[in-house]
């Protein structure tokens, strides 16, 4: 399974780190806000940039030696805390909280906020960020429905341009097939559907041989975050 | 033209306030990797939160209301410093560099750099930020063509996983047809090209009757960054 580490965290000690590391980023995502946006005077801009070079140092002095990754504890749930959609530890991800329906199994929904950091044309969503948070939620959907996958296809049709501010993303899957699933979705705006999208996701060859000789330890994990 | 912004700014104060924020958006873009990867103890962790938390309350203090938008010098030089993939002020942003080939129309490509906020599956670029670094290029190739315009559709076949690190992205027209553009693209790794894609880009409506009343105040952008 490569890159997927297995830490064995206690749960508690999952939880411990998410209580830190939450607030953290989050505190670092207001910044990024407040950078694009602000209009002090260039002394104070000058004076603040010293600052977080500063902070960007401490920070340094310990830390990963490449990308995050995703992790797994003890019990097998992973961490996908990097990851640009979702990563509780990454400032660029907004990130979105994805909830699984209990009884249908693949379908997928999240509601979230898009702010000014995540513009195209001016108030609108970049066009490239609607297939950003599709792609994660229609592959999310393909591991709820039991079959991981990596994506090897996305179509994203535009119906209106879908505003900056609360959205509503949801995905579902069309079909599955040993172990290609295909699936659709869409994000909601204020006035109705703004883009859907359907995918084709298939589960890598590593994963299909750990599978077939069940061996526990290459497991592929719930989706391909 | 909703949303763009002319803003009258002369050449040199243009260059000045990408001398003053470009280095200042890439120290936050540097606080946000250190902010994912730090291993730095806890009470390290919540000092500079609390330090990263004072610093946005000093850039808030006179901001923009909401987004940045796209805003136009006298001379009609679009400045999308706010865009998700080639925002100067955007720390989400890498930022992208896009080239114009000089003599070919629509020919744009990019060399860039995607670090560890850029993760999708371990090591690998997410498959939606693939897709959110080629909608700007094929959108930009449409309107180095002369023929901006909003996505229509995109299509993403994937060849095999991006890697996190130095990439390069290319884009194209294949055709285009009065206020229709179709243009193509993809990313190319180290190991050759990763992911295709296709899309079709359309002028809106309120561009085009501005087009046909030769309104120039109303003028379409060079791109619907």
Request: hydrophobic share 40%.
């Amino acid at each position: 399974m490569p890159g997927y580490v297995r830490d064995d965290l206690p749960e508690e000690e999952v939880e411990r780190q998410r209580d830190l590391y939450g607030p953290f980023t989050q505190s670092i995502r207001e910044l990024v806000d407040a950078g694009l946006r602000t209009l002090v005077a260039d002394e104070e801009v000058l004076a603040v940039q010293a600052e977080v070079e500063a902070l960007t140092a401490r920070l340094r002095a310990k830390q990963l030696e490449g990308a995050y990754g995703v992790r797994f504890s003890a019990e097998g749930r992973g961490r996908p805390w990097g990851n640009t959609v979702v990563g509780l530890r990454n400032a660029v991800a907004p990130p979105l909280t994805i909830e699984h329906h209990p009884d249908r199994d693949g379908r997928v929904w999240s509601d979230f906020h898009l702010g000014a950091v995540y513009e195209g044309p001016p108030g609108l969503v970049h066009g490239g960020v609607s297939a950003l948070v599709l792609d994660q939620l229609l592959g999310e959907s393909a591991g709820a429905g039991g079959k991981p996958g990596m994506t090897a296809t996305l179509t994203l049709t535009y119906k209106r341009g879908t505003p900056l501010g609360a959205l509503r993303g949801e995905a579902w899957i069309e079909r599955a097939e040993s172990y290609k699933t295909w699936a659709r979705g869409h994000l909601i705006g204020p006035e109705g559907v703004t883009v859907e999208a359907e995918g084709l996701f298939v589960l890598p060859r590593w994963a299909r041989e750990a599978l077939a000789k069940q061996d526990p330890e290459k497991a592929p994990p719930r989706y391909f975050e």
